[in-house]
Nanobody, 124 residues
Framework: QVQLVESGGGLVQTGGSLRLSCAAS????????MAWFRQAPGKEREFVAA????????PYADSVKGRFTISRDNAKNTVYLQMNSLKPEDTAVYYC?????????????????WGQGTQVTVSS
């Protein structure tokens, strides 16, 4: 079992920044891929970004490219999402997800463990 706990969400004005964190605990001894997804009210959950074990592969959704940066600290079992130039359409609950292995996927079906989510609200 792997437990994931997100933090760092909140209310920010358009153009502002937030940094989300996701700490993993439990059976994290294997190499694993981490990802961020988000879900806005009335919409399906969508992929935001993912990062491979080494950090060498970091795909992003087109809607966040150039504004968001995913990173990880394997010594701390923590993944981060730095969000800059935030827009009202970024408002959503953000979830981190974990998948054992080295391959990176953008489909939520590929991730087994999920955090409880953290709310990000961007005011106009």
């Amino acid at each position: 079992q792997v437990q994931l706990v997100e933090s760092g969400g909140g209310l920010v004005q358009t153009g502002g920044s937030l940094r989300l964190s996701c700490a993993a605990s439990g059976r994290t001894t294997s190499t694993y891929t981490m990802a961020w997804f988000r879900q806005a009210p009335g919409k399906e959950r969508e992929f935001v970004a993912a990062i491979s074990w080494t950090g060498g592969s970091t795909p992003y959704a087109d809607s966040v490219k150039g504004r968001f940066t995913i990173s990880r600290d394997n010594a701390k079992n923590t993944v981060y999402l730095q969000m800059n130039s935030l827009k009202p359409e970024d408002t959503a609950v953000y979830y981190c997800a974990h998948r054992t292995g080295v391959r990176v996927y953008q489909s939520s079906d590929e991730y087994r463990y999920w955090g409880q989510g953290t709310q990000v609200t961007v005011s106009s």
